[in-house]
């Protein structure tokens, strides 16, 4: 069943415009983009920075109204939410953003930055500390309630971050590049928490990142963005055994392998990325794509699917 469901989803920008520009443009950061999220499964989302993937989970955690389309969680319309209907979907999706330090008050002590959710539903202080000391010995820290975010790591503030998100047992959390500013070692261990906290709290993810080594690792399935559109999704193992879409085939020829003896072929991108405020009427990939026939930069692809759970939006795999 699925617990997130986008449906033709739009968010567009509008542009400052000069004395004599009587003609509204917008910005199309998201163009149209429909997927589900199944309950208790992890759908990484992958692209080039500027393709739309952050904007989509921003309008998930209700920090962007959308343009156009539908936005779906548990089977009912969170699009238009207000009052205590917005609280209560509040309550059920929280996130765990990029940046550890900027997303945490650096005036806040950490009992009070990962009890501030518990403090604002009005449970009692004594409640509040208790519950704040398990979620830190939860994702495995030593007690620190008492430090400000600056006297940790940055792998120790991300997992304060977790351990907020966690503390008002939310169902659906947005991950929004979380290992990117960590090192390998950290890295490692937050996504290995990850993992096991989903599995321990039955948890649904929405895993946004450039990192397509680590989206695989976490990920059940993959939808890959391009100019504010989705032009392919599958399951993980699919897409990485078998990219269609000629994007999809370039960002994983970038990825580099660990065996030494293994002779792999990194496709370089030419041309330049469409603008995605005056966006052309075909595929949007099409002058950077070297299988491009005429049919590309004169009619937009529909995504079709081409194999069970396999789509891809592509005029050249579609014939």
């Known amino acids: 069943m699925a617990l997130v469901e986008l449906l033709n989803l739009k968010k567009y920008f509008p542009l400052a415009s000069g004395f004599f520009e009587r003609k509204a ?32 989970g921003k ?6 109204e959308p343009t156009g389309g539908t936005v779906r969680f548990d089977d009912r319309d969170a699009t238009s939410l207000k009052g205590s209907s917005l609280e209560e979907y509040r309550r059920g999706i929280q996130a765990v953003l990029q940046n550890p330090y900027a997303s945490l008050n650096g005036r806040m002590r950490i009992w009070r930055i990962v009890g501030e959710p518990l403090i604002v539903r009005g449970e009692r202080m004594s409640a509040v500390k208790k519950k704040v000391d398990e979620l830190l010995e939860l994702v495995m820290l030593p007690p620190c309630g008492d430090r400000f975010p600056h006297e940790m790591s940055a792998g120790q503030r991300q997992q304060v971050a977790i351990a907020r998100a966690l503390s008002i047992n939310p169902r659906f959390i947005v991950l929004d590049e979380p290992t990117s500013l960590l090192d390998v070692s ?12 989903q599995k321990k709290f039955s948890l649904t993810y929405l895993f946004i990142s450039h ?6 690792f976490v990920s059940n399935r993959v939808g890959v963005m391009y100019c504010g559109k989705l032009v392919e999704l599958a399951d993980s193992d699919t897409l990485y055994a078998n990219p269609l879409h000629p994007y999809t085939n370039a960002l994983l020829s970038s990825v580099p392998d660990p065996d030494p003896e293994s002779v792999k ?30 049919i590309c930069e004169e009619l937009e692809p529909p995504l079709i699917t081409v194999g069970e759970g396999h789509l891809v939006a592509c005029h050249a795999r579609g014939r």
């Open 59 to 64: 309008i998930l955690l209700k920090l962007y």
């Open 211 to 216: 990192n397509l080594q680590v989206v695989r």
């Open 265 to 294: 072929e990194e496709i370089v991108l030419e041309g330049d990325v469409v603008s995605p405020i005056d966006p052309p009427p075909g595929c949007r990939f099409a002058l950077r794509c070297s299988q491009r026939i005429k």
């Open 186 to 197: 950290a890295q490692a261990s937050i996504l290995n928490m990850i993992v096991g906290l």
């Open 25 to 56: 443009r917008f910005l199309r950061a998201v163009d149209d983009v429909s997927f589900a999220i199944e309950e208790g499964e992890t759908f990484g989302l992958v692209g080039e920075s500027g393709c739309g993937k952050t904007t989509i």
